[in-house]
């Protein structure tokens, strides 16, 4: 239970940071240099973690570090940073809340892990939250920039659910280190084409773009990535619900944002899906612990003691209503 429940505290570091950029980028960095402001978030990150790892990829990880790059850093980066300039910055957080029903249906289908009774509740109460945040704003919705999330939450919960998949023989350090990587590549010339001299950043920018490739890329996509491999890729979608809770938090904190009735309850329900989500984890190792004292049980009955097979019926009768309560 507390390797779990380490391994949450250092998932729920990604959405946290997350969270916060969007303020970051509302507020600091330039707001006409989009594929520029995606390169330079991805690359500077990208390369610090490979001087980290100092590992290169092989064989067939270079087609994989450039398929997660364009889902999960390219394509998302530039995505997310005009959901971020279009939005209020707790309505672009909230959107990307609805990824952990889309990263459980993806999982269902390519990792064979099938969400459960809670799970699914938990997305809900996540969904639900999102509808009442976004539908309760005081001022008019951009709709480019609601498209936008939309998109940015489809591709990257694909892209996670992939990296979960092909991750087993590569370490999440360099796994990393090669989609930052990847994706910057793929942005930087894109953005010289496209938008042709990068931008003059002053000193706020530049600490801006400071945070946001350290912090909010670097630091929160390896912790992103750690919970992959250790959590299922429902509990991770799930914790990910913490993104909208800060940004939520800083809208109305820092930024100054309104938030009506309906919002509050949004974000009731979105703490609500965490906390039922958790629960899920831990009934789930409950349940484990039952069968395994199950099995011990059933092997004093192969021994001949009358008491250990009623034990063994006590303990399975045990697991069976556990199961009956997800």
Known sequence: MEASLRWVLVTAIAPVAWGSNYYVIHQFLPDDHPLYGAAIRALP????????????PRGVWWLRSLVLGVLNVGAFFVLIYLAALLLPSSVAATVMAASPAVMML??????????????????SA?????????GAGAQALDVRGVLASFAAMTM???GYVLARRWGDGVDVLSSTAWQLVAGGVVLLPIAVAVEGAPPALDPPAVAGFAYTTLVATALAFVAWFAGL???????????GLLNPVTGVLLGAGVAGEVLTGRQFAGLALVLGGVLLGL???RARRRRRSVRDDGDRAGGVVQDGPAGGAEQHAAHVAAATRADDDQ
């Not at 993806?106 to 997305?123: D, G, N, S």
């Not at 996540?126 to 976004?134: D, E, K, S, Y």
């Open 106 to 123: 993806l999982a269902w289908a390519l990792l064979a892990q099938r969400p459960r009774v809670r799970q699914l509740a938990a997305a």
């Open 156 to 158: 990257s919960s694909l």
């Open 279 to 281: 629960r899920t984890g």
């Open 45 to 56: 990150a990208g390369m610090v973690l490979l001087a980290a790892c100092r590992r290169l």
């Open 229 to 239: 491999r250790h959590l299922s890729a429902g509990a991770v979608g799930l914790v």
């Open 126 to 134: 996540g969904l639900a939250g999102v509808a009442l945040m976004v």
